[in-house]
């Protein structure tokens, strides 16, 4: 069974703190995406990083794949009460399954 | 359409009861995707489709659960002899093929099974 740990699961900081969110598995992802989910909403995809030791950044937000493909991070500088979400991680395999496994989430609220 | 849409957007149903539940791709998108969100987790894969077919159903948990798309557009989710423990937001997702690919979400259907 593949498995995906996000941590921590809940997260309430101050705005223009910083952040990280971290997603570690035993199995090997051909690709890892980070989603943001909105209550009422699906999940929108932010980043897709294939390569190991790959590292991402939009805008305020810095994405990492680890070395071994099996962990990853993401990295928020100076939250904004807009970040505030549920972060999500999914890995992706190679062969002819699209399917997406996910972590279990971080609730992220950032206070004004 | 802009985007995948999901009717209803809510159900409730009695356990025991059989449901029906549609997804709309996005226009043109070859594959598509259901998965099941219970509250407080992520997404867990049900099945996929590329094209009319079910190219990994690995994810449905038993076979109370089928799933169609007979003309490679529109889907059902189909469950019968719904129990409690179905009661989640299923959720749909669509993308143009090719891995890794951007996959992009319906709102969900969120269904009560009482």
């Known amino acids: 069974t593949q498995l995906l740990e996000q941590s921590p699961q809940f997260l309430s900081i101050q705005e223009g703190e910083n952040l990280t969110v971290y997603c570690n598995s035993s199995s090997v992802f051909s690709s890892l995406q980070w989603y943001r989910q909105e209550p009422g909403e699906g999940p929108v995809l932010l980043v897709t990083v294939v390569t190991g030791g790959e590292v991402k950044k939009l805008k305020r937000l810095t994405f990492q794949f680890g070395d071994a493909r099996k962990d990853s991070s993401l990295h928020i500088t100076a939250a904004q009460p807009g970040d505030t979400g549920l972060y999500l991680c999914?890995?992706?395999?190679?062969?002819?399954?699209?399917?997406?496994?996910f972590g279990q989430g971080t609730t992220l609220q950032v206070k004004p | 359409g802009a985007g995948v849409s999901q009717t209803p957007s809510n159900k409730v149903t009695e356990k025991g009861k059989y449901v029906e539940l549609r997804c709309d791709p996005i226009?043109?998108?070859?594959?598509l995707y259901w998965y099941r969100q219970s509250l407080g987790q992520g997404p867990e894969f049900l099945i996929y489709?590329?094209?009319?077919?079910?190219?990994?159903d690995s994810g449905l948990p038993n076979d109370r659960f089928f799933a169609v798309r007979p003309e490679g557009s529109v889907s059902t989710l189909k469950i019968q002899r719904t129990e409690r423990g179905d009661s989640a937001v299923y959720l749909c997702?669509?993308?143009?093929?090719?891995?890794?690919?951007?996959?992009?979400f319906g709102p969900g259907t969120r269904l009560t099974v009482l």
């Open positions: 999914a890995g992706g395999f190679s062969g002819n399954t699209g399917k997406l496994i």
């Open positions: 997702a669509s993308s143009s093929g090719g891995l890794p690919d951007t996959q992009y």
């Open positions: 226009s043109g998108h070859t594959a």
């Open positions: 489709f590329q094209g009319t077919g079910a190219a990994d």
